[in-house]
């Protein structure tokens, strides 16, 4: 008997969905458990005692935090439709890219998105160039692993849903298909594939979620003035 897999996670979350969507490509079954991040489960706080937040895989009662370790073990552990090369050198990579998409392109941004002024501007046009620089790397190319969807497809799935409803909320342009259609042409094959759509949060759900937030920003940032 195969031991329980299960996911905490939450939907807004672009990482608890990297996660379901390397166990759908792997046809892996778990049990999705929503976490209201203003109210965490016991359960959660036990399996993530470090940084207390989701995405956590639980499998066979072990948890494994954050989401790249988590697509890594997920790797490792179910061989089958493979996420990473097995060339040493693609391999990495493939774990540069991520961490590039990780620590440059998502937090900048985010930033850029909630900031404002000059330095909306300047975060504005680094996420640009990012964005270019990841553009360059996918180049010809279907996936950014090639013909199927691997790691680095995987870690930039925020390009998809995420990216379009935040760009509306904020009413900025930073990624279109007049901007980097290379990338936007990757994004469409993304969310066409039956693993990643079953994942993506419905697009009026997520829109009605972050403009909520943005409002809660600008009534606490108007109390402080």
């Not at 008997?1 to 079954?29: D, H, N, Q």
């Not at 895989?57 to 072990?62: A, C, Q, S």
Request: net charge negative; with cysteine; proline share 6%.
């Amino acid at each position: 008997m195969a031991e329980e897999v299960k996911v905490f996670g939450r939907w807004t979350s672009p990482f608890c969905c990297r996660v379901e969507i390397a166990l759908r490509l792997k046809g892996v079954p778990y049990e999705y458990i929503e976490e209201d991040l203003s109210n965490k489960s016991p359960l959660l706080l036990e399996y993530n005692p470090v940084h207390k937040k989701v995405p956590v895989l639980v499998h066979g009662g072990k948890p494994i935090a954050e989401s790249l370790v988590v697509l890594e073990y997920i790797e490792e552990t179910w061989r089958r439709n493979p996420i990473l090369p097995e060339d040493p050198h693609r391999r990495a990579m493939a774990r540069f890219w991520t961490k590039f998409i990780d620590e440059k392109c998502m937090p900048i941004m985010w930033k850029s998105l909630w900031s404002e002024g000059e330095m909306q501007l300047k975060l504005m046009e680094e996420t640009k160039e990012n964005l270019s620089i990841l553009e360059r790397e996918l180049n010809s190319k279907k996936f950014f692993g090639g013909n199927s969807i691997g790691l680095v497809d995987i870690a930039a799935s925020f390009l998809s849903c995420w990216t379009e409803v935040l760009q509306e909320v904020a009413g900025i342009s930073l990624f279109g298909e007049a901007k980097h259609p290379i990338l936007f042409k990757w994004a469409n094959e993304f969310m066409s594939s039956d693993a990643v759509k079953v994942c993506l949060p419905p697009k009026d759900e997520l829109l009605s979620h972050f403009r909520a937030m943005k409002e809660g920003m600008s009534a606490t940032k108007a109390g402080q003035n």
